[in-house]
């Protein structure tokens, strides 16, 4: 079982930045795909961005550009560096690992961007 502690999530305003971490449990992070989704009231949960054990990114297009997920094995952590952030990007937001065909969520952080 693997175990989560989401933190950064806040209320930020528009073009503002938040930076969320989300530190894994146990001794295998090097091979736990990471993942980032946020979920908007009322609306499905998305994909945000995504890193492979080797470091390979994926960004939705809406953060392109403006958000950079990266993981650093030594502290078991994964983070989401958030800039210029939206009214739109306030959401929930889910860090998620897969790993030898399981798929664990952390509890989620709220982000708002208002102003």
């Known amino acids: 079982q693997v175990q989560f502690v989401e933190s950064g999530g806040g209320l930020v305003q528009p073009g503002g930045s938040l930076r969320l971490s989300c530190a894994a449990s146990g001794s295998n992070f090097r091979a736990y795909v990471m993942a980032w989704y946020r979920q908007a009231p009322g609306k499905q949960r998305e994909v945000v961005a995504s890193?492979?054990?080797?470091?390979?990114?994926y960004y939705a297009d809406s953060v392109k550009g403006r958000f950079t997920i990266s993981r650093e094995n030594a502290k078991n952590t994964v983070y989401l560096q958030m800039n210029n952030l939206k009214p739109e990007d306030t959401a929930v937001y889910y860090c998620k690992a897969n790993f030898q065909g399981r798929t664990y969520w952390g509890q989620g952080t709220q982000v708002t961007v208002s102003s």
């Open positions: 890193i492979s054990i080797v470091s390979s990114t």
